[in-house]
T-cell receptor, first 115, second 113 residues
Framework: QQQVKQSPQSLIVQKGGISIINCAYENTAFDYFPWYQQFPGKGPALLIAIRPDVSEKKEGRFTISFNKSAKQFSLHIMDSQPGDSATYFCAADDPANFGNEKLTFGTGTRLTIIP | DAGVIQSPRHEVTEMGQEVTLRCKPISGHDYLFWYRQTMMRGLELLIYFNNNVPIDDSGMPEDRFSAKMPNASFSTLKIQPSEPRDSAVYFC???????????FGQGTRLTVV
């Protein structure tokens, strides 16, 4: 079964600090790597995504770093704020696999930002 | 568009009863996914449809689970008979054909007592 391994399971970061969540994958056919953010009582929502033709993508305080040779990617949250406290899921997909597309999710990281 | 709509938001039922969860995907989306979320197992894909046709149901845990998509705007996930271990939050999500972004509903929190 295709897998995406995510770590850590939980993370506590001081306000203003950098939060880093890591993911590793096995299937080299994966070609799209999104991160989802989930607040309590809500469904996950797309936060930021990257394709492997670039090594980094930045949107505001959120950055994805991608290492194709190591089959790893990570989410960095700069200047972490209490409002960033949520569960974060990495995921992977093979968009070229038309008709059989599905996101494979990591197990999630519960991020808590403390004042 | 109001997004993916799930009902009910909360369901409490007794063991052995039939439970039906409902989902209305975003209009125009080709894919519909059913996920189950628990603390122990995280977010699990149960089944997904492409243009109303079930593509992969390998994540459905047992024959007690079944899902249908009679048309492009409606899907159901049924558990019969329900068991306490089925207690979880069930999410429905939909996406366009390229599958690059899945839009999730608010989920149905199911408690089987």
């Amino acid at each position: 079964q295709q897998q995406v391994k995510q770590s850590p399971q939980s993370l506590i970061v001081q306000k203003g600090g950098i939060s880093i969540i890591n993911c590793a994958y096995e299937n080299t056919a994966f070609d799209y790597f999104p991160w989802y953010q989930q607040f309590p009582g809500k469904g996950p929502a797309l936060l930021i995504a990257i394709r492997p033709d670039v090594s980094e993508k930045k949107e505001g305080r959120f950055t994805i770093s991608f290492n194709k040779s190591a089959k790893q990617f990570s989410l960095h949250i700069m200047d972490s704020q209490p409002g960033d406290s949520a569960t974060y899921f990495c995921a992977a997909d093979d968009p070229a696999n038309f008709g059989n597309e599905k996101l494979t999710f990591g197990t999630g990281t519960r991020l808590t930002i403390i004042p | 568009d109001a997004g993916v709509i799930q009902s009910p938001r909360h369901e409490v039922t007794e063991m052995g009863q039939e439970v039906t969860l409902r989902c209305k995907p975003i209009s125009g989306h080709d894919y519909l996914f059913w996920y189950r979320q628990t603390m122990m197992r995280g977010l699990e894909l149960l089944i997904y449809f492409n243009n109303n046709v079930p593509i992969d149901d390998s994540g459905m845990p047992e024959d007690r689970f079944s899902a249908k998509m009679p048309n492009a705007s409606f899907s159901t996930l049924k558990i019969q008979p329900s068991e306490p271990r089925d207690s979880a939050v069930y999410f429905c999500a939909s996406s366009f054909r390229d599958g690059t972004e899945a839009f999730f509903g608010q989920g149905t929190r199911l408690t089987v007592v």
